[in-house]
């Protein structure tokens, strides 16, 4: 986070304090008087620069990306994050005011979207926010959004780790959800005006042909066997992989692919070539090369993305990878 997205983040935290400021003259004084109007983080945007790590846990797992010199960071994988959910998760955190008490029963608790996380669709998304020696800046629990408290932003219901009280507070903290929606998932587009051809190697199974000639023509399927006709739908199915080439998962390498893996590869019609290797369950790894010098800075784009990483395809992907012939075809019509 550099200096300037300091500056335009402190402008923009200054500015929601002060809408809340306006907005709590003149709302209704029934509530929580001690805190309300306060920072719930009150130091937080003044040490924005010492920020390294957020940390986001929620039903489906536990999640950290990192500021680095050159951007930000999955920190198990290394894959690269957005740096707008980054700035978005600082500055909602750090503008949040308190609003009111809410309950400290836990029973009820997942009435606000704010049961411990790893308890199911009411769990809350707990965030923790880190310097670069670990310290905590801030840890909260948000819950559900609540739009009755006034104002653009509404509200948000949050709780702290390991304290029964749960608050309203005003302002929103945007967590991307799924996690992988800290990525830019879309790779690249391979759509029927740019599809070539597409193959399925390997495995011990079928090897499968479609082609797209000329080029925007409808897929035709190489070598239907003999009584059986092509299913338009499963082969149009097959191109979708790939428009847009796209992942919901990403990791560092684990072990080695098999020499006979099961391979989807992509020719575009510029000489752009991907392939796809199968390496168990759902997860592939990916690597792109220009046959052109048209397809040169494409291909060496997409590297930059894939290059040494896993990805984890959707299971409708992932079961296709796995099609024979057969699967791509149907009874003819009578």
Do not use: C
């Amino acid at each position: 986070m550099n200096m300037k997205h300091i500056v335009v983040l402190s402008i923009a935290a200054v500015a929601a304090v002060a809408a809340t400021a306006v907005t709590l003259r003149t709302a209704p004084q029934n509530i929580a008087s001690d805190k309300r109007g306060e920072l719930v983080f009150r130091d937080l945007i003044a040490k924005a620069n010492d920020i390294a790590t957020i940390t986001v846990r929620d039903n489906e797992k536990a999640f950290s990306v990192e500021r680095r010199d050159n951007g930000f960071f999955d920190k198990d994988s290394g894959y690269p994050a957005r740096a707008e959910s980054f700035r978005d998760i600082v500055g909602g955190v750090g503008t949040l005011a308190f609003e009111e008490t809410k309950t400290s029963d836990p029973a009820r608790y997942g009435d606000i979207g704010l049961a411990d996380p790893g308890q199911g669709e009411k769990s809350g998304r707990e965030v923790t926010i880190r310097d670069a020696r670990s310290n905590v800046l801030a840890s909260v629990i948000v819950g559900n959004r609540d739009t009755t408290v006034g104002g653009a932003r509404g509200g948000v219901y949050l709780r702290f780790p390991g304290s029964p009280q749960t608050w309203l507070a005003r302002g929103e903290v945007r967590v991307p959800q799924p996690h992988t929606a800290w990525f830019e998932i879309n790779l690249v587009n391979l759509n029927k005006d740019a599809l070539a051809k597409l193959e399925l190697r390997g495995g011990g199974l079928d090897d499968v042909t479609i082609a797209s000639e000329p080029k925007g023509s409808d897929l035709k399927l190489d070598a239907a066997p003999e009584g059986r006709a092509p299913d338009s739908g499963k082969l149009m199915r097959l191109s979708f992989m790939v428009d847009p080439l796209s992942f919901q998962d990403v990791r560092k390498p684990v072990g080695e692919a098999k020499a006979d893996a099961r391979k989807l590869i992509a020719y575009g019609h510029n000489g752009l070539k991907i392939t796809v290797t199968s390496v168990g369950d759902e997860w592939v790894r990916m690597a792109a090369e220009a046959t052109s010098d048209e397809a040169k800075a494409q291909a060496e784009d997409l590297s930059k993305k894939i290059d040494g990483f896993e990805f984890k395809l959707s299971k409708n992907d992932a079961d296709m990878l796995a099609w024979g012939l057969k699967d791509f075809t149907m009874e003819p019509k009578s």
